[in-house]
């Protein structure tokens, strides 16, 4: 009502919006509650993410460390025996004629040497007068694709670094310098995948939180696993290594229930006198012949978690945990590539 004396008109009511009552708004729904398990992964997985861009390959060497670089004029009996007396499974390669880095010796290599070997017996003396810089021909022989070897500087970060490993498939990396004035290159060290991961479970308090199950994480393999038996021979283990390209076999008996392991490493203590009849034995009489201080077996559940396996690998040697059930039956392998794979890229969109 307009005011005594006011010439202006009544204001209309204000409009009113049919559709507000023909079409209510619905409150929107809460959102749903982040799992506080889930929460706490993608935390650790980040911190250790965070760590590793922040930190370069020559954090991760020791105060003090030996290290062996073969040159590749060196005959490959002789390189066996050096890589045994030193304890040590692989080493840099160096070409003496160019002063180069020549790429990396491995169990791979010697496991192609006996390929070559089982394939032409005939050849044996000229096996006995191969070199290291003749591997290459000799993976030609035998059809074997030549492993890609990678190498870093030292200086490059680690995240990097664990990257390239990945893409390569290697299990350990060589981090090559360049001298500023004579601009040769100089092998630093090699980078191994459990020092990566063990640089991360000493300095990341972060692993900790890695609390989910490797049951709900998709981590390791457990379709397919190449197994074998203590009567299995030796030779045929070793074309299992091969043709599926591993580093390991686990021993299980006739219930499935794991019992050992035979590693790559291993036929280096077989051939070591330059013999290659002891490929012919079972898989139990040559694991008697295995060096004492073979770190073990390393084994975990479906439960287990990454934080308890990062303690372990804290404490332990660990190059592969077996995964198995209440009654010790191989169920899968975790290996330190699917660990390594998980944590730098899970959830990523590459």
Known sequence: MSEPGSSLPPRPPSPVRPSSYLRPQKPRPPPEPVDIVDREQ?????AIREFLKVRTTYDVLPVSFRLVILDTSL???KSLNILILNGIVSAPLWNSQTSTFAGLLTSSDYINVIQYYWQYPEKFEEIEGFRLDSLREVERAIGVTPIETVSVHP???????????????????PLIDVDEETQQEMVVSVLTQFRILKFVAVNVRETQMLRKPLSDLNMGTYEGISTATMQ???????????????????????????LNIYESVDVLTLIKGGSYDDLNLSVGEA????????????TCSPQDRLDTIFDTIRRSRVHRLMIVDSSGRLKGVLTLSDIL??????????
């Open 232 to 258: 299995t021979p030796v030779i045929s283990v070793i074309h299992q290594l091969v043709g599926k390209d591993i580093s390991s076999v686990p021993i299980v008996d006739s219930n499935g229930v794991l």
């Open 42 to 46: 993608a935390e650790g997985l980040r």
């Open 287 to 298: 694991l008697l012949k295995r060096p004492d201080d073979f770190s073990g077996i390393h």
């Open 341 to 350: 794979q998980y944590l730098l890229l899970d959830g990523e969109e590459e």
């Open 155 to 173: 200086m490059i970060q680690l995240y990097d670094a664990c990257r390239q490993m990945l893409r390569s498939r290697a299990r350990r990396i």
């Open 75 to 77: 005959l490959v009996q």
